[in-house]
């Protein structure tokens, strides 16, 4: 789901050693580096950007960068690997308090700093992996990256570290777990709360407070009024909520570094959000999990879940999709869509949504993150 | 004639001046404080989705085009533009209102660095690409009521973002914890959006994201304490300790105090921003700390904020030779590492009037201490 980025990413930012140990990455880089190998990739640069994207470089170092700017990660074939933020050289020490990674610089603009890090280490010319970089790189930094290695031959090789996020390790598995946790605890708390004089803002700000008291290091949230007759999934605005109105929350949650994504709809009873009843969405929902089984396509996972609404007779509202996958980015593949067609396997953590009309409160929505694992679909964010 | 109508016609008028067929103002819907948000600024939408665009004609045609599609109903309501269009195919979207709008010889471009490789070359297929953000710069030069209205409420949400701070932090809680005790109260003061740097300890080296960290007895507590509403910045920076204060903090955090006041006093119209920069240096400086006043120690002495244009720029330093001018939003600030007591915050926000400055936030500038 697109929502607002932070101005700055202000929740705890720690590097929990037995949640995220260095064996991990450093599997992760043995497995990068085979791939290399396979495609005679020299040196591979991986590259994100901002809150919204930086999972390739934070695969591999667990680093996230504080303001909406570029990191890289040098992987070479023997070398030690290099990461590059954008940001003040003060920043230097903190930044390797959350990495693994023993060489950490900071510059100014990165693609300057990659392209003078590639002529030290000799990598001019080389055949250079690009992941990322033609993606998210805003295009003077790309041009001027592209232009410098003029001499090297360059390609493409995103599907290397998107086809590895794509299936998770347990670990990753257990930290989308923990960010369920807190998303799901988030949901309890509103729902506990009385509130006087509520107001979206309000609501907003007990939200944030609930979940960054658990640990959030980023945390998203949209409201929608479905009873007004053109509504959408919306920032907060400084609009009473007054009793009778439905209202849908969207909260996702980032917990040291990966996401999880939960959605439900309300009714305002007094000065409560309350659960409405609305078996057909619930029920339907329910059918559609169902039909999640590894080794199907998520095409033809998405058609089976089509079938299951049109059999139904609901009114599907298909603007905010069926869901994607859920890891170190808020959306990272696969989508679910007709046209996606990677294959669902053990591993997969991806979001499920559906919304429908609703004669009465004007739509539900339901959604959760989901781990497909062994025993099947299973929902984190209950 | 309203703002948003001076707006639109002066853009307008710079934009023919200049021969250009049209304008292009982008926003990839990232909000950064070293930057302005010039999206955000002309459409008095703040732009959340990926790619989002204003595309006006030189005949005064305007679009604002937005994705993701649905996010069309909020920017219809949010802002002044009346043609808004949603689209889940932003390039097909972009160039065929280029097409529309008859944008076929020269564009001018307004918040191309955060455009992408693949929007660059689609414009620059259709048109000669200027790069222009200079004319909204220039338009945001003079500030309407309403900013101003913005800033002082901004300013007021930063004053109670410190009362937090200064109630909540006690031995115990954790770095993260306070942070969230200071969003809260300024999200619940109307903050759309919080921009915080903090340190705890005996001796803190720079400004981070918060930790893990318990506070503990004699901690010096540092912050930059930025909340966000309706795209304006204000910056509040302060130090608090949580016990009694030793003499020689009291007398380093002095210096810093007079180091602000003399810089403070450089502010007015027709001065270039380095007096700021160099007067709190020289303070600094002849207290013996000179070596500290600069990389790697030191970047910037402040920054100024905005919505349309962050003039006079994002690091107040000896180099900037930017004019100051009056409705200016700045803060000065001589943050600065001492060797004795380590990194001590230190800054007030202001603007700049007709004839020198005013202090924008109520919280009294003194090294705080709270009695544990």
């Known amino acids: 789901m697109e929502t607002i980025q932070p101005t700055l990413r202000i929740g705890r930012t720690v590097w929990d050693k037995i949640n995220m140990p260095e064996v991990e990455f450093q599997k992760r880089i043995d497995k990068i580096k085979q791939e290399m190998k396979k495609e005679g990739i020299d040196v591979l640069l991986l590259y994100g950007h901002a809150f919204n994207d930086y999972g390739n470089p934070c695969y591999v170092s667990n680093f996230i960068i504080r303001l909406p700017r570029g990191t890289i990660v040098v992987v070479t074939q023997d070398g030690e690997l290099e990461l590059m933020f954008e940001g003040s050289s003060r920043g230097v020490p903190f930044a390797k308090t959350t990495t693994w990674l023993k060489d950490v610089r900071a510059c100014g603009d990165i693609s300057k700093e990659i392209v003078k890090y590639l002529k030290e280490k000799d990598f001019i010319p080389s055949t250079t992996g690009f992941a990322g970089l033609r993606q998210l790189m805003p295009y003077n930094q790309f041009q001027l990256l592209f232009k410098s290695l003029d001499q090297c031959k360059i390609v493409d090789v995103n599907h290397i570290i998107r086809d590895m996020r794509m299936v998770k390790s347990q670990r990753e598995c257990d930290q989308i777990r923990r960010s369920s946790r807190i998303v799901s605890h988030t949901f309890d708390v509103i729902s506990d709360t009385v509130f006087s004089n509520m107001n979206e803002r309000i609501l907003e700000a007990h939200i944030f407070k609930a979940a960054r008291l658990e640990g959030a290091g980023d945390i998203r949230v949209l409201i929608a009024k479905p009873l007004k007759a053109k509504w959408a999934l919306r920032p907060v605005e400084d609009t009473a909520i007054s009793a009778g109105d439905s209202i849908i929350i969207y909260l996702a949650v980032e917990f040291e570094r990966y996401w999880s994504e939960r959605i439900r709809t309300f009714i305002v009873k007094d000065s409560s959000l309350v659960k409405p009843e609305f078996e057909t969405a619930e029920t339907l929902y329910k059918r559609i999990m169902k039909r999640i089984k590894p080794g199907k396509t998520v095409s033809q996972f998405y058609k089976e879940a089509i079938g299951e609404i049109e059999k139904s007779h609901a009114e599907y509202i298909p603007e905010y999709g069926l869901g994607h996958g859920i890891g170190l980015n808020l959306q990272e593949p696969p989508v679910i869509a007709e046209v996606d067609t990677n294959q669902l396997k053990e591993g997969m953590c991806f979001t499920l949504r559906l919304t429908i009309k609703d004669t009465t409160i004007g739509a539900a929505m339901v959604g959760n993150t989901i781990n497909l694992s062994k025993k099947g679909p299973e929902i984190l964010t209950n | 004639m309203n703002d948003n109508d001076v707006k639109l016609n002066k853009a307008i008028e710079l934009l023919n001046q200049r021969g250009l067929d049209g304008l292009i103002i982008y926003s990839s819907g990232t909000c950064s404080i070293m930057r302005p948000s010039y999206l955000h600024y002309f459409s008095e939408l703040r732009p959340f989705g990926p790619n989002n665009a204003i595309i006006i004609s030189k005949s005064g045609d305007i679009t604002l085009l937005v994705e993701p599609p649905w996010d069309s109903i909020r920017a219809s309501e949010k802002s002044w533009v009346s043609d808004t269009r949603g689209t889940s195919d932003f390039l097909r979207d972009l160039t065929s209102i280029m097409q529309e709008l008859k944008i076929t010889g020269s564009v001018g471009v307004v918040g191309s660095r955060e455009m992408k490789h693949d929007i660059y070359n689609s414009i620059k297929k259709e048109a000669n690409v200027e790069i222009t953000d200079d004319i909204i710069e220039e338009i945001a030069r003079e500030k309407t009521q309403k900013e101003i209205d913005i800033i002082r409420k901004t300013a007021q949400i930063a004053d109670v973002g410190f009362e937090a701070l200064l109630k909540y932090a006690r031995v115990g809680i954790r770095e993260y914890e306070l942070v969230a005790e200071m969003e809260f109260a ?117 920054h100024g904020f905005g919505v349309g244009s962050i003039a006079p720029g994002a690091a107040l330093n000896d180099d900037n030779k930017m004019i100051i001018e009056r409705h200016q939003v700045l803060v000065a600030h001589p943050n600065q590492y001492i060797p004795e007591t380590g990194y001590l915050a230190c800054g007030d926000p202001v603007l700049v009037t007709d004839t020198d400055f005013e202090r924008l936030t109520e919280t009294e500038m003194k090294l705080y201490a709270k009695e544990v």
């Open chain 2, 186 to 302: 300024m999200r619940c003061a109307g903050a759309n959006e919080i921009f915080l740097l903090m340190s705890s300890g005996k001796h803190n080296y720079e400004m981070h994201e918060p930790t893990e960290r318990r506070l503990a007895e004699g901690d010096i507590i540092i912050g930059e304490f930025s909340p966000v509403y309706e795209g304006q910045f204000i910056q509040l920076c302060r130090t608090i300790v949580l016990g009694k204060p030793s003499p020689i903090l009291i007398e380093k955090y002095n210096i810093l105090i007079h180091a602000l006041d003399e810089s403070l006093k450089q502010i007015k119209p027709g001065v270039p921003a380095s007096s700021i920069s160099m007067a709190m240096n020289k303070v600094i400086g002849e207290a013996g700390y000179a070596k500290y006043c600069y990389p790697p120690y030191m970047r910037a002495r402040g």
